[in-house]
């Protein structure tokens, strides 16, 4: 089955930085819309950021922007989310996604097709 695989979550302090990794095969990854999503326990998925296919555009959450970004690199088939200035709020389960959302839809998670495990990032001291 085709599904991303994410790494790099980890227990870190606040103010801290991690950075996730999805690696993704068995698709054409350079033709997908990338995503990072989070969810808590109990709580909604949240949309977390998206990138472009070709990285021409990349937006982030208002609750996460200037903090995280998020980027591609093709060549690998690698997707990867620097989180900096962690927050205690920021702790979730964290998962990549691909698809073809369009400008109008990158924040449903109904329209992204492939979907990884997720990786657990824990911000707490």
């Known amino acids: 089955a085709v599904q991303p695989v994410e790494s790099g979550g980890d227990l870190v302090q606040p103010g801290g930085s991690l950075t996730l990794s999805c690696a993704a095969s068995g698709f054409e990854f350079s033709t997908y819309w990338m995503s990072w999503y989070r969810q808590v326990p109990g709580k909604e998925l949240e949309w977390v950021s998206t990138?472009?296919?070709?990285?021409?555009?990349?937006l982030h959450a208002d609750s996460v922007k200037g903090r995280f970004t998020i980027s591609r690199d093709d060549a690998k088939q690698m997707l990867y989310l620097q989180l900096n200035s962690l927050k205690t709020e920021d702790t979730a389960m964290y998962y990549c996604a691909a698809g073809y959302p369009g400008e109008m839809t990158m924040f449903a998670s109904y329209e992204y097709l492939y979907w990884g495990q997720g990786t657990q990032v824990t911000v707490s001291s």
């Open positions: 990138i472009y296919k070709g990285a021409t555009h990349a």
